[in-house]
């Protein structure tokens, strides 16, 4: 694998972190749920704190990162104004 640089490296640790958490969160909550809830948890959670990267609510010491679609040129979160986060609750289960 190629080295990566210092804003790549700080999201993939970013990523870990994200990964790492949702599943010990998922261990410590209460069972009662079925297998199928509980994977719904856990995606929307990663998915979640993912978007929250993108938000700028991640404290990334590179700064804020943001996606942009190619063919546009055109930033995600603008046209209009959104928190990724926030939007997506409305569209994931689990996400509650």
């Not at 993912?50 to 404290?59: N, P, Q, T, W």
Request: net charge negative; charged share 25%.
């Amino acid at each position: 694998m190629k080295r990566l640089n210092p804003v790549q490296r700080e999201f993939m640790e970013q990523l870990a972190a994200i990964q790492e958490f949702s599943v010990q969160s998922a261990l410590c909550r209460n069972g009662d749920c079925s297998l199928q809830e509980q994977l719904y948890d856990v995606t929307a959670d990663v998915i979640l704190s993912v978007l929250e990267i993108f938000d700028g609510y991640a404290r990334m010491t590179s700064g804020s990162l943001s996606i942009v679609c190619e063919k546009t040129g055109k930033p995600l979160k603008q046209n209009p104004s959104i928190e990724l986060h926030d939007a997506a609750v409305n569209y994931l289960k689990g996400a509650e």
